[in-house]
């Protein structure tokens, strides 16, 4: 018996030392510590125990009894620390302090054993046949410690049952099970040894078989499922060495793993996960960007919160939160968003100075054109008058007449530039609005034809339009859009070829059949016999301020922006715009362009005619004659009031003029007016405000007065505004004289005017 005794407990101890050095040699995790420190502790033990079992009298069996407690003492909470770690729970630090204590009190009870009488109240040394015995009665301690072991033991099968019962995946419920096994052992052999059920309990601590029993289990179970894995152990590392803070919850939210970065931005994560809390015991800012996904702010650092949930054979386990120290990009955001703002800022004030600007500018063209016009007329008049017809005289007025020309064509020329600028800072500052509606194409082309056919007719080219008649006639979109581009396009194909042909062709697509609310591709291409295009410029065509072979074109005028506008116009609308061309014989320019059918109404047959009445040598005559119709002109600029007043001298209209709001109220409380035309900015009181003065004052003679907006203010947009604000119409500064005299026909009483 002692023999057999003895072989096992060799056995036991280097079972113990091996389970040692491998949690030794995988180091890597708090369960390699917890092994570690359970398998140390039994090893002193069941060394002991061998110097027990040689033991000849009482002294050495005590002396090897205090040896082997060293160790004893902590068998039941190391074993304990073990399985809750290894199922994923969490043991709070006070316990384990209170266990620690509670170990060192009954050691030191053990160390004095013969001196106290509180571990054993008697103990007496006997050789029961070879086997050493130390029949003893327990103390008050003695039953402490023999409870809390045995507390111990039904801890560990409360934490591994239910982590068996709850575990999903097969493997690790396998790797369990093993564990349920040893443990059972352990708290049978405990039972066994603790109320003496077989008579071996009287004489030796059966304890060791259940712990030696329970270890080789374990062993078994680590090394089959891999628990103490090197690659968990290198995983571990890995993840503690990512600058990415990691925080595993399970299902109830409770944490049950975190890396060293998460520790050190969170240190409370330590105590959290010990009492088993759930991760909002953390800040409710951590909790807050968690759910929103927004960054969290720290000191100077910013973090991006991620959440991934944990899955296990298609089961979720819990949810990984992730946190990455993205300062840098954020600082680099911030500093974009600040550079962006001040950018916008800049881009801002820009087109505040490009509108500021293009009103400042319009007003004296407004006065240059005006004048200009008035001398044109004045000029033509004194030739009829000059019934003399001599040479000279003749000569000069031919001369003023032609100066006068070349002042209204650079006028006209330095509102187109100061309009393609304003075009642009509005599309740069992503404010340019389509302003889209049903219109007649035939209407747009025949206004495209009207305006380009004395251009080609001057250069003496030949200019046709060659319009498919199966087109439908009302299209929705933007129609002065589409003018502006088109004209534009044409425009250049004038001015970029000496002689030949500008061709217009409009078609549809190659399936006729177009009915109403059908979404038409519109194909407008100009086709010129001009100079061509370099096929290395070809891309460089539509940049801004972009001029192509400026030696070569010195002598003819543009900006250079027109086409990068039209480009952006058409991509506006959905369209595209191309080019070919043969450097030296011609360029064909293609927009292809969506637009909405109104109506299956084909165009019909189109022609290119040219309508000589409005050829601008005429001389002037004013559209229609109302001596008996009063207007007012509103103006602070006093050049624009006499402009506005000789403009409209040959209708024979009485006008009066005032320069500021105010004044416009006042004389509009004591006359009546037939029509008002209002400037908008005056200082004081603007255009709107007078108006609205005037609309609401209590019997006023002018309550209802058509009170027409007359304004520098070109933006596109601008009439929209003034009309929604009240005004009955809208005049841009300069004002054209057709346009003037179709506005005042248009609202003066009818009754009042004769037209010509
Ligand atoms: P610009 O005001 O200079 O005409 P655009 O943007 O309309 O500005 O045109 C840019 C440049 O493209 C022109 O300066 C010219 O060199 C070239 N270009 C435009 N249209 C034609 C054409 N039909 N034939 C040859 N060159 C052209």
Redesign the pocket.
């Known amino acids: 018996m002692y023999q057999f005794l003895i072989s096992v407990l060799f056995f036991t101890i280097i079972g113990l030392f091996a389970v040692c050095v491998i949690s030794l040699t995988r180091w890597g995790s708090m369960l390699h510590t917890y092994l570690f420190f359970y398998s140390v502790s039994n090893l002193v033990y069941n060394c002991a125990y061998v110097l027990i079992l040689r033991s000849q009298n009482e002294d050495t069996y005590v002396t090897a009894l205090k040896i082997g407690y060293l160790g004893r003492v902590w068998v039941g909470i190391s074993m304990t620390l073990f399985i809750a770690e290894l199922c994923g729970k969490n043991f709070p630090k006070i316990a384990k302090v209170i266990a620690s204590i509670i170990n060192m009190i009954v050691y030191l009870f053990i160390l004095n054993l013969e001196r106290t009488h509180i571990y054993y109240k008697q103990y007496k040394f006997v050789m029961d046949g070879d086997i050493p015995t130390l029949p003893h009665s327990g103390g008050p301690l003695y039953y402490v410690f023999s409870l809390l072991n045995l507390f111990y033991s039904i801890l560990c099968v409360y934490i591994i049952v239910s982590a068996f019962i709850h575990e999903k995946n097969k493997t690790a419920k396998k790797r369990n099970l093993m564990l349920v096994i040893a443990v059972a052992v352990m708290v049978i052999s405990y039972l066994v040894y603790f109320l003496k059920l077989i008579p071996l309990a009287r004489k030796f601590d059966l304890m060791i078989f259940g712990y030696a029993l329970c270890t080789a289990l374990m062993l078994i179970a680590i090394i089959k499922y891999e628990m103490l894995d090197t690659i968990a152990a290198a995983k571990n590392y890995v993840v503690d060495e990512l600058s990415e803070s990691i925080i595993v919850v399970d299902t109830d939210e409770r944490v049950s793993y975190f890396n060293k970065p998460a520790k050190t931005l969170f240190p409370e994560l330590v105590e959290v996960k010990e009492a088993g809390s759930t991760i909002q015991k953390l800040s409710d800012e951590l909790n807050y960007a968690l759910k929103s996904g927004e960054p969290l702010r720290m000191g100077e650092s910013i973090y991006t919160p991620r959440v991934n949930p944990l899955m296990e054979d298609g089961t979720r386990v819990g949810t990984l939160y992730s946190l990455s120290d993205d300062s840098e990009h954020y600082r680099y955001m911030d500093e974009l968003r600040e550079q962006k703002r001040i950018a916008d800022n800049a881009n801002e004030a820009k087109s505040k100075f490009l509108a500021n600007m293009s009103h400042e500018i319009r007003t004296p063209i407004n006065a240059v054109l005006g004048f200009n016009e008035m001398i044109s007329r004045e000029c033509a008049r004194a030739r009829d008058i000059d019934e003399a017809k001599s040479p000279a005289v003749t000569e000069a007025f031919d001369n003023i007449s032609s100066y006068s020309g070349n002042i209204g064509g650079a006028g006209s020329n330095l509102l187109s530039i100061i309009n393609?600028i304003l075009d642009l800072s509005k599309i740069e500052a992503g404010k340019m609005d389509l302003v889209e509606g049903k219109y007649s194409l035939r209407a747009l082309l025949k206004d495209i034809n009207r305006m380009l056919i004395f251009r080609a007719a001057e250069k003496g080219l030949e200019f046709t339009a060659d319009v498919e008649e199966t087109l439908p006639d009302n299209l929705f979109g933007d129609m002065i859009r589409i003018r502006q581009v088109v004209i534009?396009?044409l425009?250049?194909?004038v001015?970029?070829?000496q002689k030949g042909s500008v061709r217009l062709i409009v078609k549809g697509p190659e399936s006729k059949t177009v009915k109403k609310g059908d979404m038409l591709t519109l194909t407008i291409m100009?086709k010129?016999t001009?100079?061509?295009?370099r096929p290395e410029?070809r891309e460089?065509?539509?940049g801004t301020f972009?001029?192509?072979?400026?030696e070569r074109?010195s002598t003819?005028?543009?900006?250079?922006?027109?086409?990068?506008?039209?480009r952006q116009l058409i991509s506006m609308m959905g369209g595209k715009i191309t080019?070919e061309?043969e450097y030296g014989s011609?360029?064909t320019?293609i927009i292809t362009l969506p637009q909405k059918v109104v109506s299956d109404e084909p165009i019909g047959k189109f022609s290119v005619s040219a309508d000589t009445s409005e050829r601008k040598d005429k001389p002037y005559e004013a559209s229609f004659k109302a001596p008996d119709a009063t207007v007012l002109v509103v103006d602070d600029t006093k050049l624009n009031l006499t402009v506005a007043k000789a403009l409209l001298k040959d209708t024979g209209l009485k006008v009066d003029t005032v320069d500021s709001g105010s004044a416009a109220i006042e004389l509009t409380m004591e006359k009546k007016y037939d029509l008002i035309l209002m400037d908008q900015r005056m200082p004081n009181m603007d255009g709107t405000e007078a108006l609205k003065n005037i609309r609401s004052q209590e019997n006023g003679l002018n309550t209802d007065t058509p009170i027409i907006c007359m304004t520098a203010d070109a933006i596109i947009g601008s009439k929209e505004r003034y009309i929604a604000e009240g005004f009955d119409d809208y005049l841009s500064k300069p004002v054209k004289i057709n346009e003037l005299e179709q506005t005042l026909i248009k609202h003066l009483p009818p009754e009042k005017i004769t037209k010509q």
């Open positions: 393609a534009n396009i425009t250049n194909a001015k970029y070829t100009v010129d001009g100079i061509g295009i410029d460089k065509l539509f972009e001029r192509l072979e400026l074109n003819i005028e543009g900006t250079g922006l027109g086409l990068a506008i039209s080019v061309s011609g360029s320019f």
